[in-house]
Nanobody, 114 residues
Framework: QVQVVESGGGLVQPGGSLRLSCVASGSFNLYAMNWYRQGPGKQREFVTSITSGGSTNYRDSVKGRFTISRDNAKNTVYLQMNSLKPEDTALYYC?????????WGQGTQVTVSS
């Protein structure tokens, strides 16, 4: 069983920055890693992904503000979030994807408010 654990959430003012981390056990270098989020009263939505080869993809609303990266030596994927907006407030989830199986973490809360 792959364990996925997110961290780094918190309360930040609009325009501020946060960096989320996600650690996954097992053969990390083979996983595609993804970030999703679920805002209050909303459905869970895709935010960004990074393949095992390092290719990335972003939802339009975060392009130019969020950056995903991975450190295979540390079994960790990062989500650098800049220029945060109140609409970025959500529970952020990380998942690991390999061979048709998806492993989710428990999420980390990000609140953007003055």
């Amino acid at each position: 069983q792959v364990q996925v654990v997110e961290s780094g959430g918190g309360l930040v003012q609009p325009g501020g920055s946060l960096r989320l981390s996600c650690v996954a056990s097992g053969s990390f270098n083979l996983y595609a890693m993804n970030w999703y989020r679920q805002g209050p009263g909303k459905q869970r939505e895709f935010v960004t992904s990074i393949t095992s080869g390092g290719s990335t993809n972003y939802r339009d609303s975060v392009k130019g503000r969020f950056t995903i990266s991975r450190d295979n030596a540390k079994n960790t994927v990062y989500l650098q979030m800049n220029s945060l907006k109140p609409e970025d407030t959500a529970l952020y989830y990380c998942n690991a994807f390999l061979s048709g199986r998806v492993y989710w973490g428990q999420g980390t809360q990000v609140t953007v408010s003055s």
